[in-house]
């Protein structure tokens, strides 16, 4: 049984260009959430998607979006890219209805943006 | 922003030997988990503790929870090298609030252990 897909690996971008990472939760899991991890930090969240609409969403601004797909797969998308905004980005998913469980995460997208 | 602040921020012991961690955080909670992450790469959920538990367990890792204060503890028993890694708390809010599915990290404890 596959957990939580990430794609791609690493990613290098330039400053200003734009940019979409994907995740595929695990088989069940219907709840995503995006998390940026600068290093040396702990993850940062970004935004929680549920039956495709974004629920809650973190101290982000507008340039970060995302979309939650009917197979609950979801994409991260980054536009006008800044260097800060290089960092490991983690897909993390939940069972449906069970908001007392632990998430299961990927093993992230790096981010470099020079 | 960071509710949990961790302790200590690194920790270096050797096989056998204990590792307790610690995690405090400053809002109310629906529970606490510890995550494991080997080298930078995604996290591995350990154990979840709900906010009216006290103390609970899983093979070798024992967490206790005391709202009180507002704190948490982390022990790995008998450790071993591969338990290597940066350990975080993440507090999920209290119930009622509409911020039940996110979870906010500390920075971490990284833990080495020697063989």
């Known amino acids: 049984d596959a957990g939580v897909t990430q794609s791609p690996t690493h990613l290098i971008k330039t400053r200003g260009q734009q940019v979409t990472l994907r995740c595929s939760p695990k088989?069940?899991?219907?709840?995503v959430s995006w998390y940026q991890q600068a290093l040396g930090q702990g993850p940062q969240f970004i935004f929680q998607y549920y039956e495709e609409e974004e629920r809650q969403r973190g101290n982000f601004p507008d340039r970060f979006s995302g979309h939650q797909f009917p197979n609950y797969s979801s994409e991260l998308n980054v536009n006008a890219l800044l260097l800060g905004d290089s960092a490991l980005y983690l897909c993390?998913?939940?069972?449906?209805?069970?908001?007392?469980?632990?998430?299961?995460f990927g093993s992230g997208t790096r981010l470099t943006v020079v | 922003s960071q509710q949990g602040e961790e302790d200590p921020q690194a920790l270096s012991i050797q096989e056998g030997e204990n590792a307790t961690m610690n995690c405090s955080y400053k809002?109310?909670?629906?529970?606490l988990q510890w995550y494991r992450q080997n080298s930078g790469r995604g996290l591995v959920h350990l154990i979840l503790i709900r906010s009216n538990e006290r103390e609970k367990h899983s093979g070798r890792l024992r967490v206790t929870l005391d709202t009180s204060k507002k704190s948490s503890s982390l022990l790995i028993t008998a450790s071993r090298a591969a338990d290597t890694a940066s350990y975080f708390c993440?507090?999920?809010?209290?119930?009622?609030?509409?911020?039940?599915?996110?979870?906010?990290f500390g920075q971490g404890t990284i833990l080495t252990v020697h063989p």
């Open positions: 809002t109310s909670i629906n529970n």
């Open positions: 088989s069940g899991h219907d709840t």
């Open positions: 993390a998913s939940r069972p449906p209805g069970q908001e007392d469980y632990g998430y299961t």
């Open positions: 993440a507090t999920a809010p209290g119930a009622g609030g509409t911020s039940y599915g996110k979870l906010t």
